[in-house]
């Protein structure tokens, strides 16, 4: 960010610097991880879904991982800068609306965070970024539902069968009442292979879930 004053209420990331972010397109998108292809409009699934479906039903992502969203991205992962948080609901909010129908959302949950992960930062930044998406679209926030077990190692820097491998069996339904019957949509930070999310949704699905949903402010793309 340049550091200039908004114009917007409540919001950080001024007219100038919100013309250089990255916004992702909603069209030309797989329907189920929300891939971008260029040069194609509509949707299709891509070869990766096709291959191995996640356990999610669509995903939707609001920026690509590249500058200056990145940056914003990780300051307010880890250092605090939790300020950003109403810009970001916006643009998640706007994905989601391009992606889902809302109105068959029946709660909004947070991706849990590690307990390492919770002491280091002293948050949980999708926590904050599912509250601002429940009140934006109506919809309950539900903190309590999922929780994180195991000891799974941090999923940056690993290839994506190492990711898929260290996902699995790492989320507990801890409000199965919450989830039977009903269409969920999880809020995380950044998506990568998809594989978090997943073995999120797959334990969701477990506990009697119809759909599950994703929404995260970025989408990586591993080469």
């Known amino acids: ?126 926590a904050i970024l599912a509250k601002g998406l429940a009140k934006r679209i109506g919809r309950r926030f539900a903190g309590d539902v999922l929780s994180r077990c195991g000891s799974p190692r941090r999923q940056a820097g690993l290839s994506e069968e190492a990711r898929r491998e260290n996902a699995k069996g790492t989320f507990a339904v801890t409000r199965p009442e919450l989830a039977r019957g009903r269409t969920l949509l999880v809020v995380d930070d950044v998506m990568a292979t998809g594989s978090t999310l997943s073995e999120c949704a797959k334990a969701l699905k477990a506990a009697g879930a119809s759909r599950v949903l994703c929404a995260t402010i970025a989408r990586s793309i591993m080469t």
């Open 1 to 126: 960010m340049c550091g200039s004053a908004c114009d917007r209420p409540g919001r950080h990331v001024c007219a100038a610097c919100l013309m250089r972010v990255p916004f992702a397109a909603q069209d030309g998108c797989c329907r189920v991880c929300g891939r971008e292809v260029e040069g194609l409009a509509g949707e299709f699934l891509c070869g990766d879904c096709e291959e191995r479906r996640p356990g999610f039903d669509r995903a939707a992502s609001a920026v690509r991982f590249e500058e200056p969203a990145r940056s914003m991205l990780l300051q307010f992962k880890n250092a605090g800068h939790i300020w950003l948080s109403e810009d970001f609901a916006d643009w998640i909010e706007a994905a989601a609306r391009a992606r889902f129908d809302v109105i068959a959302v029946d709660a909004v949950l947070p991706m849990p965070v590690t307990t390492p992960h919770m002491m280091d930062r002293g948050y949980n930044q999708c």
